[in-house]
Protein backbone atom coordinates (compact mmCIF):
# COMPACT_ATOMS: atom_id res chain seq x y z
CA UNK A 1 0.00 0.00 0.00
CA UNK A 2 1.41 3.73 -1.01
CA UNK A 3 4.18 4.17 -3.35
CA UNK A 4 7.23 5.86 -2.54
CA UNK A 5 9.83 7.02 -5.15
CA UNK A 6 13.06 9.46 -4.59
CA UNK A 7 15.21 11.03 -7.30
CA UNK A 8 18.62 12.67 -6.71
CA UNK A 9 20.96 13.52 -10.15
CA UNK A 10 21.87 15.90 -12.55
CA UNK A 11 17.68 15.88 -14.10
CA UNK A 12 15.44 17.39 -13.57
CA UNK A 13 13.69 15.32 -10.84
CA UNK A 14 9.93 16.10 -10.86
CA UNK A 15 9.43 13.96 -14.47
CA UNK A 16 11.03 11.41 -13.05
CA UNK A 17 9.33 11.58 -9.96
CA UNK A 18 6.05 11.00 -11.85
CA UNK A 19 7.26 8.49 -14.57
CA UNK A 20 8.03 5.96 -11.28
CA UNK A 21 5.07 6.81 -9.49
CA UNK A 22 2.93 5.62 -12.62
CA UNK A 23 4.49 2.24 -11.95
CA UNK A 24 3.75 2.32 -8.23
CA UNK A 25 0.42 3.21 -9.06
CA UNK A 26 -1.18 -0.12 -8.49
CA UNK A 27 0.29 0.18 -4.87
CA UNK A 28 -2.18 2.69 -3.95
CA UNK A 29 -4.17 5.16 -6.04
CA UNK A 30 -6.61 7.70 -4.09
CA UNK A 31 -3.99 10.72 -3.95
CA UNK A 32 -0.78 11.57 -4.76
CA UNK A 33 2.29 14.07 -4.82
CA UNK A 34 5.63 15.24 -4.99
CA UNK A 35 8.45 17.32 -3.00
CA UNK A 36 10.98 18.90 -4.96
CA UNK A 37 13.79 20.95 -3.53
CA UNK A 38 13.94 23.52 -6.06
CA UNK A 39 17.55 24.80 -5.16
CA UNK A 40 16.26 27.33 -1.97
CA UNK A 41 12.99 25.61 -0.44
CA UNK A 42 10.83 22.51 -0.89
CA UNK A 43 8.01 23.08 -3.13
CA UNK A 44 5.02 20.57 -2.36
CA UNK A 45 2.65 19.48 -5.11
CA UNK A 46 -0.19 17.04 -3.90
CA UNK A 47 -3.51 16.15 -4.99
CA UNK A 48 -6.54 13.91 -4.54
CA UNK A 49 -7.18 11.70 -7.36
CA UNK A 50 -5.33 9.44 -9.54
CA UNK A 51 -2.12 10.15 -10.61
CA UNK A 52 -3.00 12.22 -13.74
CA UNK A 53 -4.45 15.17 -11.34
CA UNK A 54 -0.99 15.43 -9.81
CA UNK A 55 0.22 15.67 -13.24
CA UNK A 56 -1.33 17.94 -14.93
CA UNK A 57 -1.46 20.37 -12.11
CA UNK A 58 2.64 20.40 -12.46
CA UNK A 59 2.44 19.95 -16.44
CA UNK A 60 3.98 16.68 -16.67
CA UNK A 61 6.60 17.63 -13.95
CA UNK A 62 7.22 20.91 -16.27
CA UNK A 63 6.46 23.77 -13.40
CA UNK A 64 8.08 21.79 -10.74
CA UNK A 65 12.15 22.61 -11.13
CA UNK A 66 15.19 20.98 -9.07
CA UNK A 67 17.04 17.90 -9.35
CA UNK A 68 16.26 15.78 -5.74
CA UNK A 69 13.05 15.20 -4.89
CA UNK A 70 10.38 12.68 -3.28
CA UNK A 71 7.26 11.51 -4.56
CA UNK A 72 4.19 9.06 -3.06
CA UNK A 73 1.06 7.32 -4.49
CA UNK A 74 -1.34 6.84 -1.37
CA UNK A 75 -3.78 4.19 -0.61
CA UNK A 76 -5.95 6.08 2.69
CA UNK A 77 -5.23 4.46 6.12
CA UNK A 78 -5.46 7.20 8.19
CA UNK A 79 -7.74 9.95 7.48
CA UNK A 80 -9.86 10.15 3.87
CA UNK A 81 -8.32 10.55 0.72
CA UNK A 82 -7.91 14.13 0.48
CA UNK A 83 -5.60 17.17 -0.95
CA UNK A 84 -4.43 17.66 2.93
CA UNK A 85 -3.98 14.37 3.83
CA UNK A 86 -2.03 13.58 0.76
CA UNK A 87 1.71 12.83 0.80
CA UNK A 88 4.36 14.82 1.06
CA UNK A 89 3.64 16.04 4.46
CA UNK A 90 5.58 18.90 5.50
CA UNK A 91 7.00 19.64 9.21
CA UNK A 92 5.64 23.42 10.19
CA UNK A 93 8.88 25.55 9.62
CA UNK A 94 8.75 23.85 5.66
CA UNK A 95 12.16 22.35 6.28
CA UNK A 96 11.15 18.71 5.88
CA UNK A 97 8.95 16.54 3.77
CA UNK A 98 8.26 12.83 4.06
CA UNK A 99 6.93 10.94 1.89
CA UNK A 100 5.34 7.14 3.96
CA UNK A 101 4.40 3.56 3.21
CA UNK A 102 3.44 2.14 6.18
CA UNK A 103 1.61 2.69 9.65
CA UNK A 104 2.92 4.57 12.62
CA UNK A 105 0.86 2.24 15.52
CA UNK A 106 2.07 4.83 18.58
CA UNK A 107 0.90 8.28 16.13
CA UNK A 108 -1.78 8.99 18.36
CA UNK A 109 0.62 9.66 22.00
CA UNK A 110 3.41 11.21 19.64
CA UNK A 111 0.70 13.45 17.86
CA UNK A 112 -0.07 14.52 21.58
CA UNK A 113 3.04 14.99 23.25
CA UNK A 114 3.95 17.36 19.82
CA UNK A 115 0.93 19.10 20.16
CA UNK A 116 1.36 19.87 23.78
CA UNK A 117 5.20 21.36 22.58
CA UNK A 118 3.10 23.72 20.31
CA UNK A 119 3.28 21.78 16.92
CA UNK A 120 0.25 22.45 14.70
CA UNK A 121 -0.93 19.18 12.61
CA UNK A 122 -3.48 20.06 9.84
CA UNK A 123 -3.86 16.33 8.40
CA UNK A 124 -5.78 13.63 9.81
CA UNK A 125 -2.77 11.18 8.83
CA UNK A 126 -0.37 9.03 11.31
CA UNK A 127 2.84 10.58 8.75
CA UNK A 128 2.35 14.29 10.03
CA UNK A 129 3.86 13.15 12.80
CA UNK A 130 7.18 11.96 11.54
CA UNK A 131 7.46 15.42 9.58
CA UNK A 132 7.19 17.03 12.69
CA UNK A 133 9.74 14.65 14.98
CA UNK A 134 12.39 15.56 12.44
CA UNK A 135 11.62 19.29 12.96
CA UNK A 136 12.05 18.65 16.92
CA UNK A 137 14.73 16.55 17.09
CA UNK A 138 16.72 18.19 14.04
CA UNK A 139 20.20 19.86 15.42
CA UNK A 140 21.67 20.52 12.60
CA UNK A 141 22.26 16.48 11.37
CA UNK A 142 19.94 15.01 9.30
CA UNK A 143 21.36 11.24 10.16
CA UNK A 144 21.43 12.08 14.03
CA UNK A 145 17.39 13.60 13.68
CA UNK A 146 16.78 10.13 11.60
CA UNK A 147 18.05 7.99 14.11
CA UNK A 148 16.24 9.58 16.96
CA UNK A 149 12.65 9.53 15.22
CA UNK A 150 13.11 5.78 14.61
CA UNK A 151 13.66 5.57 18.10
CA UNK A 152 10.49 7.45 19.07
CA UNK A 153 7.91 5.44 16.35
CA UNK A 154 6.69 2.00 16.21
CA UNK A 155 5.68 0.21 13.25
CA UNK A 156 5.97 -0.15 9.90
CA UNK A 157 7.50 2.41 7.39
CA UNK A 158 9.44 3.07 4.33
CA UNK A 159 10.65 6.62 4.69
CA UNK A 160 11.69 8.95 2.02
CA UNK A 161 12.78 12.41 3.74
CA UNK A 162 14.13 15.55 2.71
CA UNK A 163 15.20 18.43 4.10
CA UNK A 164 16.20 21.82 3.02
CA UNK A 165 19.30 22.19 4.95
CA UNK A 166 20.74 19.55 3.06
CA UNK A 167 20.15 20.68 -0.61
CA UNK A 168 21.88 17.93 -2.41
CA UNK A 169 21.24 14.54 -0.53
CA UNK A 170 17.77 12.87 1.19
CA UNK A 171 17.63 9.98 3.41
CA UNK A 172 15.33 7.19 3.34
CA UNK A 173 14.29 4.14 5.71
CA UNK A 174 12.26 1.07 5.93
CA UNK A 175 10.84 -1.23 8.56
CA UNK A 176 8.42 -4.19 7.05
CA UNK A 177 7.61 -2.22 4.23
CA UNK A 178 9.70 -2.24 1.44
CA UNK A 179 12.25 -0.02 -0.36
CA UNK A 180 14.52 -0.27 -2.47
CA UNK A 181 17.84 1.66 -3.83
CA UNK A 182 18.62 2.00 -7.41
CA UNK A 183 22.45 3.07 -8.26
CA UNK A 184 22.92 5.14 -11.10
CA UNK A 185 25.51 6.40 -12.92
CA UNK A 186 25.68 10.39 -11.43
CA UNK A 187 22.33 9.72 -10.05
CA UNK A 188 20.47 7.72 -7.32
CA UNK A 189 16.58 6.36 -6.23
CA UNK A 190 14.96 5.04 -3.95
CA UNK A 191 11.30 3.20 -4.79
CA UNK A 192 8.59 0.74 -3.21
CA UNK A 193 9.48 -1.74 -6.02
CA UNK A 194 12.18 -1.79 -8.83
CA UNK A 195 9.76 -1.32 -11.60
CA UNK A 196 9.34 2.49 -10.30
CA UNK A 197 13.54 2.54 -11.80
CA UNK A 198 14.03 0.53 -14.20
CA UNK A 199 14.14 2.72 -17.05
CA UNK A 200 16.94 4.36 -14.74
CA UNK A 201 19.47 1.32 -13.53
CA UNK A 202 18.99 -2.37 -13.02
CA UNK A 203 21.69 -2.31 -9.80
CA UNK A 204 19.62 -2.02 -6.19
CA UNK A 205 20.27 -2.29 -2.86
CA UNK A 206 17.74 -4.74 -0.66
CA UNK A 207 17.13 -2.58 2.25
CA UNK A 208 16.94 -4.57 5.78
CA UNK A 209 14.62 -3.44 8.65
CA UNK A 210 15.98 0.01 9.99
CA UNK A 211 19.04 0.48 7.83
CA UNK A 212 19.37 4.21 6.65
CA UNK A 213 20.39 5.42 3.25
CA UNK A 214 21.37 8.80 2.33
CA UNK A 215 21.47 9.25 -1.21
CA UNK A 216 23.47 12.01 -3.01
CA UNK A 217 24.03 12.14 -7.40
CA UNK A 218 27.65 10.73 -6.26
CA UNK A 219 27.68 8.58 -3.38
CA UNK A 220 24.85 5.96 -1.49
CA UNK A 221 25.71 5.47 2.21
CA UNK A 222 24.13 3.00 4.55
CA UNK A 223 23.87 3.13 8.17
CA UNK A 224 22.46 1.53 10.87
CA UNK A 225 20.34 3.26 13.24
CA UNK A 226 23.78 3.21 15.56
CA UNK A 227 24.88 5.89 12.70
CA UNK A 228 28.09 3.29 11.79
CA UNK A 229 27.90 2.71 7.80
CA UNK A 230 26.76 -0.69 6.81
CA UNK A 231 28.77 -2.25 3.55
CA UNK A 232 25.97 -4.31 1.15
CA UNK A 233 25.84 -5.97 -1.86
CA UNK A 234 24.37 -4.48 -5.11
CA UNK A 235 21.96 -6.67 -6.70
CA UNK A 236 21.56 -6.80 -10.13
CA UNK A 237 17.77 -7.13 -11.47
CA UNK A 238 17.03 -9.53 -14.53
CA UNK A 239 13.52 -8.27 -15.09
CA UNK A 240 12.89 -6.94 -18.54
CA UNK A 241 11.58 -3.43 -19.30
CA UNK A 242 8.76 -4.29 -21.12
CA UNK A 243 7.38 -6.54 -18.48
CA UNK A 244 6.32 -3.45 -16.05
CA UNK A 245 4.65 -2.19 -19.41
CA UNK A 246 1.38 -2.52 -20.79
CA UNK A 247 2.91 -2.82 -24.38
CA UNK A 248 0.28 -2.31 -26.30
CA UNK A 249 -2.69 -4.22 -24.14
CA UNK A 250 -5.36 -2.39 -22.81
CA UNK A 251 -5.03 -3.50 -19.29
CA UNK A 252 -1.90 -4.79 -17.19
CA UNK A 253 -4.64 -7.52 -16.45
CA UNK A 254 -5.21 -9.20 -19.97
CA UNK A 255 -1.11 -8.35 -20.42
CA UNK A 256 -0.50 -10.80 -17.64
CA UNK A 257 -3.27 -13.23 -18.29
CA UNK A 258 -1.26 -13.91 -21.88
CA UNK A 259 2.17 -14.00 -19.82
CA UNK A 260 0.62 -17.20 -18.11
CA UNK A 261 2.31 -20.02 -20.56
CA UNK A 262 5.69 -17.94 -20.28
CA UNK A 263 5.62 -17.45 -16.25
CA UNK A 264 4.75 -21.35 -15.75
CA UNK A 265 7.93 -21.94 -18.11
CA UNK A 266 10.39 -19.88 -15.99
CA UNK A 267 8.98 -21.28 -12.81
CA UNK A 268 9.00 -24.52 -13.97
CA UNK A 269 11.41 -25.95 -16.25
CA UNK A 270 14.40 -24.67 -14.36
CA UNK A 271 13.56 -27.33 -11.57
CA UNK A 272 13.41 -30.10 -13.57
CA UNK A 273 16.71 -31.66 -14.72
CA UNK A 274 16.85 -34.83 -16.45
CA UNK A 275 13.46 -35.83 -15.49
CA UNK A 276 13.57 -35.16 -11.63
CA UNK A 277 12.21 -32.46 -9.59
CA UNK A 278 15.53 -30.37 -8.42
CA UNK A 279 14.59 -27.86 -5.73
CA UNK A 280 17.60 -26.28 -4.59
CA UNK A 281 16.35 -23.78 -2.42
CA UNK A 282 14.72 -26.30 -0.12
CA UNK A 283 16.82 -27.57 2.66
CA UNK A 284 14.45 -30.36 4.22
CA UNK A 285 15.93 -33.82 3.69
CA UNK A 286 13.83 -36.69 3.13
CA UNK A 287 13.77 -37.30 6.83
CA UNK A 288 12.85 -33.71 7.43
CA UNK A 289 9.99 -34.95 5.33
CA UNK A 290 9.30 -37.92 6.72
CA UNK A 291 9.00 -36.82 10.34
CA UNK A 292 6.70 -34.11 9.65
CA UNK A 293 3.32 -34.21 11.85
CA UNK A 294 1.41 -31.62 9.80
CA UNK A 295 1.74 -29.31 6.81
CA UNK A 296 0.24 -25.37 7.73
CA UNK A 297 -0.38 -23.42 4.40
CA UNK A 298 -0.27 -19.43 5.44
CA UNK A 299 -1.59 -16.92 2.87
CA UNK A 300 -3.93 -14.38 2.34
CA UNK A 301 -6.59 -13.66 -0.67
CA UNK A 302 -5.56 -15.64 -4.25
CA UNK A 303 -2.58 -17.09 -2.53
CA UNK A 304 -4.91 -18.32 0.60
CA UNK A 305 -6.67 -20.18 -2.84
CA UNK A 306 -3.41 -21.69 -4.09
CA UNK A 307 -2.91 -23.20 -0.31
CA UNK A 308 -6.13 -24.60 -0.15
CA UNK A 309 -5.45 -26.40 -3.53
CA UNK A 310 -2.21 -27.16 -2.11
CA UNK A 311 -4.13 -28.92 0.36
CA UNK A 312 -6.05 -31.21 -1.38
CA UNK A 313 -2.86 -31.75 -3.27
CA UNK A 314 -0.29 -32.46 -0.81
CA UNK A 315 -2.56 -34.71 1.72
CA UNK A 316 -3.56 -36.61 -1.13
CA UNK A 317 -0.12 -37.30 -2.74
CA UNK A 318 1.71 -37.32 0.99
CA UNK A 319 -0.84 -38.06 3.15
CA UNK A 320 0.52 -35.75 5.55
CA UNK A 321 -2.32 -33.75 7.11
CA UNK A 322 -2.55 -30.39 6.13
CA UNK A 323 -4.43 -26.87 7.66
CA UNK A 324 -4.71 -24.03 5.31
CA UNK A 325 -5.95 -20.59 6.94
CA UNK A 326 -5.71 -17.35 5.97
CA UNK A 327 -3.12 -15.41 7.86
CA UNK A 328 -5.13 -13.11 9.45
CA UNK A 329 -7.02 -15.53 11.04
CA UNK A 330 -4.17 -17.95 11.78
CA UNK A 331 -2.02 -15.24 13.58
CA UNK A 332 -4.86 -14.59 16.52
CA UNK A 333 -5.68 -18.12 17.25
CA UNK A 334 -3.27 -19.21 19.29
CA UNK A 335 -2.37 -21.45 16.90
CA UNK A 336 -1.29 -25.94 17.88
CA UNK A 337 2.53 -25.24 15.84
CA UNK A 338 4.83 -28.13 17.87
CA UNK A 339 9.27 -27.37 17.35
CA UNK A 340 9.88 -28.24 13.38
CA UNK A 341 6.24 -28.43 12.05
CA UNK A 342 6.34 -27.01 8.05
CA UNK A 343 4.75 -23.64 7.75
CA UNK A 344 4.33 -22.70 3.75
CA UNK A 345 3.94 -19.12 3.47
CA UNK A 346 2.05 -18.16 -0.05
CA UNK A 347 2.67 -14.17 -1.10
CA UNK A 348 3.22 -12.67 -4.76
CA UNK A 349 4.39 -9.09 -3.15
CA UNK A 350 5.96 -10.54 -0.21
CA UNK A 351 4.99 -8.08 2.12
CA UNK A 352 1.20 -8.67 3.14
CA UNK A 353 1.29 -7.44 6.82
CA UNK A 354 -0.76 -10.52 7.97
CA UNK A 355 1.35 -13.06 6.06
CA UNK A 356 4.50 -11.39 7.38
CA UNK A 357 2.93 -11.79 10.67
CA UNK A 358 2.07 -15.19 10.73
CA UNK A 359 5.21 -16.24 9.77
CA UNK A 360 6.85 -14.79 12.53
CA UNK A 361 4.10 -16.03 14.50
CA UNK A 362 4.93 -19.74 13.35
CA UNK A 363 8.59 -19.01 13.63
CA UNK A 364 8.85 -17.72 16.69
CA UNK A 365 7.06 -21.18 17.80
CA UNK A 366 9.62 -23.13 15.96
CA UNK A 367 8.60 -23.67 12.74
CA UNK A 368 10.14 -24.09 10.01
CA UNK A 369 9.44 -21.49 7.26
CA UNK A 370 9.20 -22.55 3.31
CA UNK A 371 8.13 -19.44 1.35
CA UNK A 372 6.45 -19.19 -2.27
CA UNK A 373 7.37 -15.67 -3.07
CA UNK A 374 7.33 -13.05 -6.59
CA UNK A 375 9.32 -10.57 -5.04
CA UNK A 376 13.01 -11.02 -4.57
CA UNK A 377 14.28 -9.53 -1.61
CA UNK A 378 11.09 -8.90 -0.08
CA UNK A 379 10.66 -9.58 3.68
CA UNK A 380 8.63 -12.36 3.71
CA UNK A 381 11.46 -13.70 1.66
CA UNK A 382 14.00 -12.30 4.20
CA UNK A 383 12.48 -13.77 6.92
CA UNK A 384 11.63 -17.58 5.70
CA UNK A 385 14.05 -20.44 6.01
CA UNK A 386 13.90 -21.27 2.63
CA UNK A 387 12.19 -19.54 -0.12
CA UNK A 388 10.97 -21.07 -3.58
CA UNK A 389 10.72 -17.91 -6.18
CA UNK A 390 7.53 -17.72 -8.79
CA UNK A 391 9.60 -16.31 -11.46
CA UNK A 392 6.04 -14.36 -12.65
CA UNK A 393 8.00 -10.98 -13.31
CA UNK A 394 6.21 -8.00 -11.95
CA UNK A 395 2.73 -8.30 -11.87
CA UNK A 396 1.21 -4.61 -12.31
CA UNK A 397 -2.66 -5.56 -11.99
CA UNK A 398 -4.19 -5.32 -8.55
CA UNK A 399 -6.29 -8.63 -9.55
CA UNK A 400 -3.58 -11.51 -9.80
CA UNK A 401 -3.32 -13.83 -12.31
CA UNK A 402 0.18 -15.12 -13.23
CA UNK A 403 1.22 -14.76 -9.54
CA UNK A 404 -1.60 -17.16 -8.33
CA UNK A 405 -0.52 -19.89 -11.77
CA UNK A 406 2.84 -19.68 -10.78
CA UNK A 407 1.89 -20.27 -7.02
CA UNK A 408 -0.50 -22.87 -7.76
CA UNK A 409 3.05 -24.79 -10.20
CA UNK A 410 5.54 -24.24 -7.24
CA UNK A 411 2.93 -26.03 -4.70
CA UNK A 412 2.46 -29.07 -7.48
CA UNK A 413 6.53 -28.66 -7.65
CA UNK A 414 6.84 -29.35 -3.88
CA UNK A 415 3.65 -31.88 -3.78
CA UNK A 416 5.95 -34.23 -6.22
CA UNK A 417 9.31 -33.62 -4.79
CA UNK A 418 7.68 -34.58 -1.50
CA UNK A 419 5.57 -37.48 -1.97
CA UNK A 420 8.80 -39.03 -4.45
CA UNK A 421 11.25 -38.48 -1.45
CA UNK A 422 8.71 -40.35 0.70
CA UNK A 423 8.20 -42.97 -1.93
CA UNK A 424 4.69 -42.52 -2.61
CA UNK A 425 5.13 -42.28 -6.11
CA UNK A 426 5.82 -45.27 -8.22
CA UNK A 427 8.88 -44.62 -10.91
CA UNK A 428 5.81 -44.46 -13.58
CA UNK A 429 3.64 -42.45 -11.23
CA UNK A 430 6.36 -39.68 -10.99
CA UNK A 431 7.47 -39.52 -14.80
CA UNK A 432 3.68 -38.96 -15.33
CA UNK A 433 3.32 -36.08 -13.35
CA UNK A 434 6.55 -34.80 -14.78
CA UNK A 435 5.61 -34.50 -17.94
CA UNK A 436 2.30 -33.33 -16.91
CA UNK A 437 4.03 -30.11 -15.47
CA UNK A 438 6.24 -29.66 -18.25
CA UNK A 439 2.90 -29.70 -20.18
CA UNK A 440 1.75 -27.02 -18.74
CA UNK A 441 2.73 -23.95 -20.44
CA UNK A 442 1.32 -25.35 -23.56
CA UNK A 443 -2.18 -26.39 -22.13
CA UNK A 444 -2.88 -22.65 -20.44
CA UNK A 445 -1.38 -21.25 -24.26
CA UNK A 446 -3.90 -23.33 -25.91
CA UNK A 447 -6.83 -22.10 -23.48
CA UNK A 448 -5.85 -19.21 -24.36
CA UNK A 449 -6.31 -19.21 -28.26
CA UNK A 450 -10.18 -19.11 -27.29
CA UNK A 451 -10.24 -15.86 -25.56
CA UNK A 452 -13.48 -14.72 -28.14
CA UNK A 453 -15.46 -17.83 -26.42
CA UNK A 454 -14.89 -16.65 -22.95
CA UNK A 455 -15.99 -12.65 -24.63
CA UNK A 456 -19.15 -13.96 -25.66
CA UNK A 457 -20.21 -16.02 -22.40
CA UNK A 458 -19.13 -12.79 -20.80
CA UNK A 459 -21.28 -10.51 -22.95
CA UNK A 460 -24.68 -13.13 -21.91
CA UNK A 461 -24.18 -12.33 -17.98
CA UNK A 462 -22.56 -9.06 -17.71
CA UNK A 463 -25.60 -7.30 -16.36
CA UNK A 464 -25.93 -10.19 -13.85
CA UNK A 465 -26.38 -9.19 -10.16
CA UNK A 466 -25.53 -12.02 -8.74
CA UNK A 467 -22.78 -15.20 -9.79
CA UNK A 468 -22.41 -18.43 -8.08
CA UNK A 469 -19.21 -20.46 -8.44
CA UNK A 470 -19.61 -24.29 -7.47
CA UNK A 471 -17.07 -27.28 -7.55
CA UNK A 472 -15.84 -30.14 -5.55
CA UNK A 473 -12.70 -30.79 -3.69
CA UNK A 474 -10.23 -28.63 -5.80
CA UNK A 475 -12.64 -27.31 -8.12
CA UNK A 476 -13.85 -26.24 -4.81
CA UNK A 477 -10.75 -24.51 -4.52
CA UNK A 478 -10.49 -22.93 -7.70
CA UNK A 479 -14.20 -21.51 -7.66
CA UNK A 480 -12.82 -19.68 -5.04
CA UNK A 481 -10.52 -17.71 -6.68
CA UNK A 482 -13.06 -18.11 -10.29
CA UNK A 483 -15.58 -15.84 -7.27
CA UNK A 484 -13.07 -13.41 -6.24
CA UNK A 485 -11.71 -12.44 -9.50
CA UNK A 486 -15.21 -11.57 -10.71
CA UNK A 487 -16.35 -9.80 -7.88
CA UNK A 488 -12.91 -7.50 -7.04
CA UNK A 489 -12.76 -6.61 -10.78
CA UNK A 490 -16.65 -6.77 -11.97
CA UNK A 491 -18.41 -5.59 -8.26
CA UNK A 492 -21.17 -8.66 -9.51
CA UNK A 493 -22.34 -10.09 -5.87
CA UNK A 494 -20.29 -13.44 -6.21
CA UNK A 495 -19.55 -16.93 -4.04
CA UNK A 496 -18.24 -19.86 -4.32
CA UNK A 497 -19.54 -23.23 -2.94
CA UNK A 498 -18.55 -26.36 -2.20
CA UNK A 499 -21.54 -28.54 -4.58
CA UNK A 500 -21.99 -30.38 -2.06
CA UNK A 501 -23.19 -27.90 0.48
CA UNK A 502 -25.42 -25.40 -1.41
CA UNK A 503 -28.68 -27.41 -0.44
CA UNK A 504 -27.44 -26.75 3.25
CA UNK A 505 -28.96 -23.09 2.78
CA UNK A 506 -27.51 -20.81 0.05
CA UNK A 507 -29.92 -23.20 -2.52
CA UNK A 508 -32.58 -20.94 -1.49
CA UNK A 509 -31.15 -17.76 -3.46
CA UNK A 510 -31.52 -19.62 -6.80
CA UNK A 511 -33.99 -18.56 -8.95
CA UNK A 512 -35.14 -17.90 -12.48
CA UNK A 513 -31.95 -17.02 -14.34
CA UNK A 514 -29.05 -17.28 -11.65
CA UNK A 515 -26.02 -17.45 -13.39
CA UNK A 516 -24.67 -20.69 -11.50
CA UNK A 517 -20.91 -21.52 -12.59
CA UNK A 518 -20.19 -25.17 -12.37
CA UNK A 519 -16.55 -26.62 -12.08
CA UNK A 520 -16.65 -30.49 -13.10
CA UNK A 521 -13.37 -30.86 -14.48
CA UNK A 522 -11.98 -33.92 -12.57
CA UNK A 523 -13.66 -37.45 -13.45
CA UNK A 524 -13.91 -38.98 -10.06
CA UNK A 525 -16.21 -35.98 -8.74
CA UNK A 526 -17.80 -35.44 -12.43
CA UNK A 527 -20.95 -36.98 -11.40
CA UNK A 528 -21.43 -35.93 -7.85
CA UNK A 529 -21.02 -32.09 -9.43
CA UNK A 530 -23.58 -33.22 -12.41
CA UNK A 531 -25.94 -34.26 -9.46
CA UNK A 532 -25.40 -30.83 -7.65
CA UNK A 533 -26.13 -28.60 -11.71
CA UNK A 534 -29.26 -30.71 -12.15
CA UNK A 535 -30.10 -29.49 -8.26
CA UNK A 536 -29.74 -25.51 -9.38
CA UNK A 537 -31.27 -26.11 -12.77
CA UNK A 538 -34.42 -27.39 -11.09
CA UNK A 539 -34.27 -24.38 -9.56
CA UNK A 540 -34.31 -22.14 -12.56
CA UNK A 541 -30.45 -21.35 -12.43
CA UNK A 542 -28.75 -21.09 -15.72
CA UNK A 543 -25.57 -23.31 -15.43
CA UNK A 544 -22.37 -22.32 -17.25
CA UNK A 545 -19.92 -25.46 -16.52
CA UNK A 546 -15.80 -25.73 -16.92
CA UNK A 547 -15.18 -28.99 -17.64
CA UNK A 548 -12.03 -31.24 -19.23
CA UNK A 549 -11.73 -32.16 -23.21
CA UNK A 550 -13.12 -36.11 -22.92
CA UNK A 551 -15.76 -35.80 -20.25
CA UNK A 552 -19.12 -36.38 -21.69
CA UNK A 553 -22.35 -35.55 -21.94
CA UNK A 554 -22.04 -32.21 -20.17
CA UNK A 555 -24.07 -30.66 -22.72
CA UNK A 556 -26.97 -32.18 -22.05
CA UNK A 557 -27.15 -30.87 -18.41
CA UNK A 558 -25.31 -27.58 -18.65
CA UNK A 559 -26.66 -24.46 -20.69
CA UNK A 560 -23.23 -23.45 -21.64
CA UNK A 561 -19.96 -25.47 -21.21
CA UNK A 562 -16.36 -24.35 -21.34
CA UNK A 563 -14.18 -26.83 -22.40
CA UNK A 564 -10.07 -27.21 -20.89
CA UNK A 565 -7.49 -29.62 -21.97
CA UNK A 566 -7.21 -32.84 -20.48
CA UNK A 567 -4.35 -33.26 -17.70
CA UNK A 568 -3.87 -35.32 -14.37
CA UNK A 569 -6.30 -34.16 -12.16
CA UNK A 570 -3.65 -32.93 -10.24
CA UNK A 571 -2.65 -30.02 -12.38
CA UNK A 572 -6.40 -29.32 -13.54
CA UNK A 573 -7.08 -26.10 -11.59
CA UNK A 574 -3.58 -24.35 -13.35
CA UNK A 575 -6.50 -24.85 -16.38
CA UNK A 576 -9.54 -23.90 -15.53
CA UNK A 577 -8.98 -20.71 -13.58
CA UNK A 578 -7.90 -19.77 -16.91
CA UNK A 579 -11.46 -19.44 -18.55
CA UNK A 580 -12.35 -17.70 -15.36
CA UNK A 581 -9.65 -15.25 -15.33
CA UNK A 582 -11.06 -14.49 -18.72
CA UNK A 583 -14.69 -14.29 -17.87
CA UNK A 584 -13.79 -12.12 -14.82
CA UNK A 585 -12.03 -9.88 -17.01
CA UNK A 586 -13.94 -9.76 -20.11
CA UNK A 587 -17.59 -8.69 -17.41
CA UNK A 588 -15.66 -6.17 -15.88
CA UNK A 589 -14.32 -4.89 -19.14
CA UNK A 590 -18.02 -4.66 -20.62
CA UNK A 591 -19.22 -3.19 -17.21
CA UNK A 592 -16.46 -0.24 -18.23
CA UNK A 593 -15.00 -1.25 -15.14
CA UNK A 594 -11.10 -0.17 -13.81
CA UNK A 595 -9.86 -3.12 -14.52
CA UNK A 596 -6.50 -2.77 -13.51
CA UNK A 597 -7.13 -0.36 -10.62
CA UNK A 598 -10.36 -2.00 -8.65
CA UNK A 599 -12.29 0.59 -6.56
CA UNK A 600 -10.84 -0.01 -2.56
CA UNK A 601 -7.89 -2.04 -3.39
CA UNK A 602 -4.12 -1.31 -3.69
CA UNK A 603 -1.98 -4.21 -4.98
CA UNK A 604 0.29 -5.06 -1.81
CA UNK A 605 -1.45 -4.80 1.75
CA UNK A 606 0.35 -3.80 4.03
CA UNK A 607 -2.11 -2.86 6.61
CA UNK A 608 -3.58 -5.22 9.17
C1 LIG B 1 -6.69 -10.92 -5.54
C2 LIG B 1 -5.38 -10.63 -4.98
C3 LIG B 1 -5.24 -10.66 -3.50
C4 LIG B 1 -3.85 -11.17 -3.09
C5 LIG B 1 -3.69 -11.03 -1.57
C6 LIG B 1 -2.36 -11.54 -1.10
O1 LIG B 1 -6.67 -10.88 -6.92
O2 LIG B 1 -4.45 -10.34 -5.68
O3 LIG B 1 -6.25 -11.41 -2.89
O4 LIG B 1 -3.72 -12.50 -3.48
O5 LIG B 1 -3.83 -9.69 -1.21
O6 LIG B 1 -1.31 -10.80 -1.66
P1 LIG B 1 0.16 -11.35 -1.67
O7 LIG B 1 0.17 -12.56 -2.55
O8 LIG B 1 0.98 -10.23 -2.24
O9 LIG B 1 0.51 -11.69 -0.26
Redesign the pocket.
Known amino acids: MCGIVGYVGSKQACPILLEGLSKLEYRGYDSAGIAVYDGNKIDVKKARGRLRVLSDMVDGGQNVKGVMGIGHTRWATHGEPSDVNSHPHVSSSGRFAVVHNGIIENYLPLKKRLMEKGFQFVSETDTEVIAHLFEYYYKGDLLEAMTKVLHRVEGSYALGVLCSDYPDSFVAVRKASPMIVGVGRGENFIASDVTAILNHTRNVYYLEDDEIVMLSADSVKIYNTDREEIKKEIFRVNWDVSSAEKGGYEHFMMKEIEEQPKALRDTISPRIKDGKIVLDEVSLTAKDIASLRKIYIV?????YHVGVVGKYTIERMCRIPVEVEVASEFRYHDPLISEGDLVIVI???GE?AD?LAALKEAKSRGARILSIVNVVGSAIANASDDVIYTWAGPEIA???TK?YSTQLAVIYLIAVYMAEKLGKLTDEQYKNLISELSALPDKVAEILKNKEEIQYLASQFFSCKSIFFIGRNIDYAVSLEGS??LK?ISYIHSEAYAAGELKHGTISLIEEGTLVVALATGSALYDKTISNVKEVKARGAVVMAVTAASREHTEDVCDYVIRIPDADELVLPSLSVVPLQLFGYYVASLKGCDIDKPRNLAK??TVE
Do not use: D
Open positions: ACGSASQSTTVATALKESV
